[in-house]
């Protein structure tokens, strides 16, 4: 045993904490002493249990848990638990990956916080009129999630949301009506946080919340839901009210990487909020409202792009080194915006990544993919491999596979000529899933392309266990070997490696004579780039391919 082991061993056996551990299946393996302790259970009682039957809640939250956790990200929140005595427990709760990299299987790690001396914890915690969080736990939480965000590569979204014109209930009706319209509020944020976000009572009529976002989309849309529940009329002891809110928002590591500046400035955002007339939110800086503002329309725009399909699809050459013919082509998305002209992938994917209409818009490129490819050999072109990007929440999917095979089906294109490209950090997470999705695919004869290569940070000894049958070299490693002979070096490991474990290699990015004097030298066996051709629009990708140019390299 080793030093690091038996430090581990020795906090898990007396931190005052319960822990439990859990295998890749979330059954616990090992509680702590202070586990049994806190929720009565014996060891043997509770070991091969799964962890969430430990939870009473619904099936949202575990879904909530479950998905951070095969994210490979932190949870942190509160749950209701079930003691061994029947009784409920309501207890924040921390659940983390081992993410030692020598692990064969990942480790769960779920760690109760606060069980010792719950009773003082609450008064302190909780608010007494509206059973939100005190001030005081908020900065805690704050705190927390300014910790953990940055570890699965997060920001933090602060909103600060005041009550317009309350003093007119509470000095017209009363205090008694007030705080049952405080009341209300709470019950209305706690409707639209997840369990994992904070909503707290800062004083009076001003609230808070703390959450962990991917972008800030995410807090548009948790304020947009505020603003909209809040609007819906109240009836108390007689009395129909009606209310609406102020909000602020600032946005960690952006605008201030300490939370009390970032309370301040989420409180100026409302301020400012109220002062245009309220109902309405605010970001703290002028860069983050014009962001979400172009984010939103662009969301609107998008969604009507798909249903008036107005995307095109061109085609971007993948030439053997050896003979300089068209092998393969990637099909690439580009979007046709009536008002602006034709948008980029660059500009538009990543927003639609955030907001899921990307699995609509790639099952458009599927299907229009396969089906050019079909045609191009029904007019006696010669066969190539049409590799088709796909995003992650795409490949998630339940129904991925059906949707290859009707593509494949409806196009009459046979499955050798087709390519999906995926990226390394869709391999991270549920491996034996992804395994398995991956090896259903290989059975019906589709080629698999890992995407990007090197940029991710897949470990290089997980490669050899996905089925995938190619590894393109990231196009920014290309553009650099000119400047750095250690990139050089990069590149010919990637090819040694690749041919090593019996994957074809292709080099994105070449642009000129010297990448493919290069490349050809070290054997990489396709390459796609400028070099060659731009991504081309159907009929000039099929003069290409009817050898009406001529490559003279
Ligand atoms: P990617 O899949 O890595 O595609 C290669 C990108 O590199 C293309 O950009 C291509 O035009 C560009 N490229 C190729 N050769 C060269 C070169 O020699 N020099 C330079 N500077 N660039 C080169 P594009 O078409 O703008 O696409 C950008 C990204 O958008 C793609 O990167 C892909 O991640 C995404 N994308 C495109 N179409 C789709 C799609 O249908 N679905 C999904 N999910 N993503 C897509
Ligand atoms: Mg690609
Ligand atoms: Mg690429």
Known sequence: MNNSHATDTAIFALSRDAIAICDDKKNIVQVNPAFEHSLGYKSEDIVNQNLFGLLTDDSKIRQEIEQELDDEREWVGDVNLNCQNKEIKKMTVCSSHDLQENTDKPKLFLIILGLSNERDKKENYYDKLTGLATPQLFIDRTEQALIAAPRSNKSVALLMVGLDRFVLINDGLGYHIGDQVLKAVADKLNQNIRRSDTAARIEGDRFALVMQITS??????????????????????????????????????????????????????????????????????????????????????????????????????????ENNAIVGAEALVRWMDPDVGMVSPAEFIPIAEETGLVNGIGAIVLKEACRQNSEWQAKGLSGVKMSVNVAGSQFREPEFIDKVKAALTESGLAAEYLDLEITETMLIGNMEQVIEKLTAIREMGVHVSIDD?????????????????????????????????????????????????????????????????????????????????????????????????????
Request: aromatic residues 10%; glycine residues 6%.
């Open 216 to 321: 800030i989309e995410d807090s548009v849309f948790v304020a947009e839901k505020i603003l909209k529940s809040m609007c819906q009329t109240l009836e108390i002891e007689g009395n129909t009210l009606s209310l609406t809110a102020s909000i602020g928002i600032s946005i960690f590591p952006s605008d201030s990487s300490d939370q009390t500046s970032l309370i301040k400035h989420a409180e100026s955002a409302m301020r400012y909020t109220k002062k245009l007339g309220g109902n309405h939110y605010q970001f703290f800086s002028a860069e983050m409202n014009t962001k979400a503002k172009k984010r939103i329309e662009m969301e609107n725009k998008l969604r009507r792009a798909i249903k008036n399909n107005e995307f095109v699809v061109y085609y971007q050459p993948k030439v053997n080194l």
């Open 453 to 553: 290569f090197g940029t991710g940070y897949s470990s290089l000894s997980y490669l050899s266990r996905f089925p995938v049958t190619t590894l393109k070299i990231d196009q920014a490693f290309i553009r650099d070997m000119e400047n750095d002979t250690a990139t050089e070096e990069i590149v010919r490991a990637i090819i040694g490696l690749s041919h090593g474990l019996n994957l074809e290699v292709v080099a994105e990015g070449a642009e000129n004579i010297k990448h493919i004097n290069f490349l050809r030298e070290q054997g990489c066996d396709l390459v796609q780039g400028y070099f060659y051709s731009k991504p081309l629009p159907a009929e000039e990708f099929e003069k290409k391919l009817a050898g009406e140019y001529l490559y003279d390299s």
